[in-house]
Each structure stands twice: as structure tokens, then as C-alpha cells.
């Protein structure tokens, strides 16, 4: 189906309360990928909803996510299917919730979304910690050289030690610049703070001084923190004001020596100036989870460098937490389709 053998489509039905007790006729709801078990168990045991699930690991194709959304009342998607006016129009006016496996939400035509009177439900703080630990991860793995280190011993580029061969940047006594103290950025810092880091500086749309207390973190414009930070960490959402803003100029303030990692959203990141920078020297090396677009082309300039370390976007990859946000999504959307209030809605 779709053009894609392995994928097929499986249709679940159950019970889903509404206010008050049972509604008189289902309710449809379509779930665009496979998801944990958890999380569709918990939609399959409620009563009154029609479950229709895209039972493949691979995306939903665009044709039949607008044939499947047609005459639904909820949908359960995530942040790679693009949720936009024509989606909303397939769906037509029986829509009344969308709820995102995801923290982030510029995927979804949140003007289109708000005009309709649509409610949505997303999955923030679950995808903290593990977000955090791969943030850290992958900032150890740029900054230590491991990945380039672990194929030399493949490759039998390992001979003997070697004073200065396959060197890096350590933490203890390093400046740490993060790009948007939010629930991440913090959990980011309390994980990098025994490693031994001397200064915290930190950048977004306004000082959090009781956030930022706990790591005497500075509150400094942008262009101070590329200045002084021996590692760049960035946390902070996609927005028409942070979008890009990693650029040319960004890259050249920062020092030779210094570390870049990004586990917010590709697009804040100009991914040109980023390989200018680390293929002529501006820094030392980067760390990627997020690109654009995603997944990164394997002929990309950026995949040619040893001093660049991408991965698929594995940052909430944990089995834990990828099962916390398939029940929270199912929770939101029931709730959004009994009239209730979700665990965690979106205000529009």
C-alpha cells in the first residue's frame, strides 16, 4: 500500500468515554505511525472511538494521510507529518484535536489549527532527561574525538601511543555557552556541572535568573556567549527569531577550540556556514541530532568531515520515554475529544 509492501494499515476499534459517560456513536481517530504499545493500548481500551492506525515504522505517504484524516475527530500524529491547511481541509470540520508525539510543534499550521477552533496536545518534560543525556553524549563524542577514534582502530590506524594523536577538548575549567535555558538547556547544565565546568552563560528571549541561580548561570547576548564559550549547547525552540541564527557570523566569533552542538531543531542552524566553519578551522568540531532536512542526504558536505558528528535524531530514544509520550499523546487526545482538559495543551 503506498508503494511500500511492508506498511499496511491496521484498524483498531474500542471505547472512548465522553462527558459524562458513553457516547452515542464512535468517534474516529487516526494515528499516522506505529507507536508504542503502551500508547495505543490506552486509546484501544477506551470506549465510543475508532481507531485506525498507519502500522509501519515508515511515515504515513502524503495521499493517504489525506484520505485516512477524512471525517476524523482526532488525530495522533508526529512532529515529521506535516500538519498544514490541506491536511485540515482533507480532515474537513469534524476535527476537533490533534495531539503530538512530540515536544515541538512547528510542524503543525498552528494559525490554520487556532483559526478552526482545533485543540492541541503535545509532550513536553518527559523527553527531558533523555534529551539531556544524548545532548551530553554527543557533546563528549565531538569534543573527545570518539567516533573518529573508534574507526581508526577498525581502520588500523591505531600503531602505537601517541602524545598528541587523537586529542580533544576536556570540560574541567571550561566556559559553557547554552542556547535557551528551558527545561532542557537546565537539565543539560545540572549534567555537565561535575564534570567541572567554571562558567555557565546562557541566551534567549529574557533573563531566568531563579533557573539560571542554580548553576550561576550569566544571562548574556548571543554574540558574548559564541565569544566566550569553549562549547555551544543548543536547547532552545524553533522560532521565526531563532531560526538560522547559527550563522556566518555566529561561527566566526567563536574560538578555534571550541565545540558545537545543536539537539533543538535543525533550522536553527545555517548548515553551509556550519561547514565552512569546521572545514576551514573557525572551530574545532560539532554534534548534530537535528538537520536539515531530516534525514540528512548521504552525499551532505557535512557527513565528509571527521570533525563532525551527526545522528538520526535519537534524542528521546529511549525506550522509557518513547512509551511516557505515547500514552501522554493518547492521554491529550482523549481528553481533547471527551472536552476535558489535557494533561498537556497547547494554548492557541
Known sequence: ???ASFVRLSVRSGR???PGGALGAAMSVFVTRRIPAEG?????QASGCRVQQWDSEEPVPRAELLSRVAGTRGLLCLLSDRIDREVLDAAGPGLKVISTMSVGFDHLALDEIKKRGIRVGYTPDVLTDATAELSVALLLSACRRLLEAAQQVKSGGWTTWKPLWMCGYGLSDSTVGIIGLGRIGQAVARRLKPFGVKKF?????????ESAAEFGAEFVPLARLAEESDFVV????LTPATQGMCNKDFFSRMKKTSVFVNTSRGAVVNQEDLYDALAQGQIAAAGLDVTTPEPLPTDHPLLSLKNCVILPHIGSA??????????????????GLRGEPMPHELKL
Open 201 to 209: 552563560l546562557y541566551t534567549g528571549s529574557g533573563p531566568k535568573p
Open 16 to 18: 472512548c468515554a465522553g
Open 234 to 237: 543548543v536547547t532552545c525552540a
Open 318 to 335: 529511549t525506550y522509557a520515554t518513547r512509551s511516557t509520550m505515547a500514552v501522554l499523546a493518547a492521554n491529550n487526545l482523549l481528553a
Open 40 to 44: 495505543l493500548r490506552v486509546l484501544s
Open 1 to 3: 500500500m503506498g508503494g
